[in-house]
């Protein structure tokens, strides 16, 4: 009986796991055995604008800065990924997990074109747009935050790190790219609605019920 629910579960995942694997295995590669995988693969504004490497807007989502920036990152996707591959199929998960990884990057490309040296690498934008698509399925749900020790409603959430995001993206000095996490969470909504037009009054329901 556990082998056949396991068998179940892994079988309506199969997007999720090859993402999940694949970005661990790449990012881990191009940490520590090739550098020059990593330089060709990063997201560069400059080469997506000048020289047309479109490709970089995903093969950057697939690396990693470092161990933690993967843990974490890895962590969020296993987390919420997979329930939302339950929720849509796999065809549908990789549209909006792709499809945020794209969006997210979008303002960062025209802010930085004219950028030789910026460079990026990170899932956050599509992990930020699975999550939110996620809540729009289950808004019930409440999402754990680090040295929380309550989770938080997840409509409650979602406000909350969008105006965070905003905040940081304008006004923060460090390195995280905050305007990727905004745009990739937006991202992951309006897809999640494109695909799936009756979660959003499924949504209005669950919030006003």
């Known amino acids: 009986m556990k082998y056949h629910l396991l068998f179940e579960v892994l079988s309506h995942s199969i997007a999720s796991i090859l993402v999940f694997f694949t970005t661990i ?10 550098q020059t ?73 025209i802010k930085f074109k004219d950028t030789p040296s910026y460079r990026s690498v990170g899932a956050s934008g599509a992990i930020s747009g699975v999550l939110f698509s996620i809540i729009l399925f289950l808004p019930e749900m409440r999402v754990g935050v680090f040295f929380i020790p309550f989770g938080i409603p997840a409509p409650i959430f979602a406000v909350l790190y969008l105006a965070y ?25 309006i897809l999640t609605i494109i695909v799936e037009p009756a979660v959003l009054s499924h949504f209005i329901h669950k919030i006003f019920s």
Not at 101 to 106: N, S
């Open 165 to 189: 995001c905003y905040y940081a993206a304008r006004n923060s000095q460090d390195n995280i790219n905050h305007d990727a996490h905004l745009w990739g969470a937006l991202g992951g909504v």
């Open 25 to 34: 295995i790449l990012s881990l590669y191009a940490m520590t055995y090739n």
């Open 37 to 109: 995988f990593y330089d060709k693969y990063v997201l560069s504004p400059w080469r997506i604008a000048h020289e047309k490497k479109f490709y970089l807007m995903i093969s950057s989502g697939f690396l990693h800065a470092d161990i933690a920036h993967l843990i974490f990152n890895m962590m969020t996707f296993y987390f919420f990924a997979f329930k939302l591959e339950q929720q849509v199929g796999s065809f549908k998960f990789l549209i909006i997990y792709l499809g945020s990884m794209i969006l997210a990057d979008l303002t960062t490309i």
